[in-house]
């Protein structure tokens, strides 16, 4: 009999699961993974990676450069992607999390479902830029102490791959840097450049 149950039950949440994705957005935890879409960086028979690069500029205008890897080293490596594309990623490069509003309910979702928003905020609003320069901040004087820093440039790159049986290439081209002012100064607002 319970096998039964289940059997019909299956098919039921699978066919509400998908509705509710279709009209609400796919909700966590769910029967069925979510839908990865892409195929990567693979297109036309090259590859395209983003890649960040971390650079900070010291008082006496020295330079440091440090990896993704290497500013993330205490967190574990399967989050660094997903915190540099969230947290440093360059500001132009926002992008609407959804193409149309979500719609209102007179529930309040967060009440059941208290990570329904996670991710909606704005990064760009003020204490969020200023809680990554304290941590930017933080970062510099664990991995260059006694070192003054003034200011944190996030570059981000393309870097292009050719893979031919013939001959493979490679290429690099900076898409833009976010400059971050480190120094105890008033906050006059970051700085983008392309």
Known sequence: MVIRFIFLAVPIFLVLQYAFMHRFGEPYPALVMPGFAGSGGYVNGYVRIERP???????DESIVV?????LLSKIPDSHHRMIFG???RLPEAEKPLRDSPRPKSKITRRTIFPGWLAGTFNRMATPNRESIRLWLKNRGAELMPGKPLHHVDIRWYEEIYRIDKAASSSSRQLLGTWTIPIRDIPYAGDQVTR
């Open 53 to 59: 690069e971390v650079v900070f500029v010291c008082d």
């Open 86 to 88: 969230s947290f440093f």
């Open 66 to 70: 440090f990896s993704q890897r290497q």
